[in-house]
C-alpha cells in the first residue's frame, strides 16, 4: 500500500494548514489512519487517528486545535491544524493499517513518506 501525502509548509503562528493522505494499492479495507509528526531530537509521536466508523483520538497538545477526517471512499485521511504554535514544527507522517486485497487478507501497516509543517514564531 502507498501513501501520498500532501498539505505541509510554512506557516506563522496562529495560522493554519490541511494536510492530506491518500492510500492506493491492493486495499480490502482500512480500519486506522492517522498523523505522527517527529520533530528534531525528539521521538515520533501520535497526532491524531480515525477509525472506520469514524472514532477518534487526539494527542492532548493538538486537542482543540487539530481535526482528523477521512473520505473512506476514496482512502484519504485529512488534519485540519488550526492555531498552529511553534512546538507543532515536525515532519508529519500518514500512517494505516488495515488488509490487503489478497487469498489471505493479509494485514498491512503502510507508511507516508512525511511531509514537513514549519510554524514560525
Known amino acids: 500500500v502507498q501513501l501520498q501525502a500532501s498539505g505541509g509548509g510554512l506557516v506563522q503562528t496562529g495560522g493554519s494548514l490541511r494536510l492530506s493522505c491518500t492510500a492506493s494499492g491492493s486495499i480490502f479495507s482500512i480500519n486506522i489512519m492517522g498523523w505522527y509528526r517527529q520533530a528534531p531530537g525528539k521521538q515520533r509521536e501520535l497526532v491524531a487517528a480515525?477509525?472506520?466508523?469514524?472514532?477518534?483520538g487526539y494527542a492532548d497538545s493538538v486537542k482543540g486545535r487539530f481535526t482528523v477526517s477521512r473520505d473512506n471512499a476514496k482512502n484519504t485521511v485529512h488534519l485540519q491544524m488550526n492555531s498552529l504554535k511553534p512546538e507543532d514544527t515536525a515532519v508529519y507522517y500518514c500512517?494505516?493499517?488495515?488488509?490487503?486485497?489478497?487469498?489471505?487478507?493479509?494485514?498491512?501497516?503502510?507508511w507516508g513518506r512525511g511531509t514537513l509543517v514549519t510554524v514560525s514564531s
Open positions: 480515525i477509525t472506520s466508523d469514524g472514532s477518534t
Open positions: 500512517n494505516t493499517r488495515g488488509r490487503y486485497y489478497n487469498s489471505n487478507y493479509d494485514p498491512f501497516d503502510s
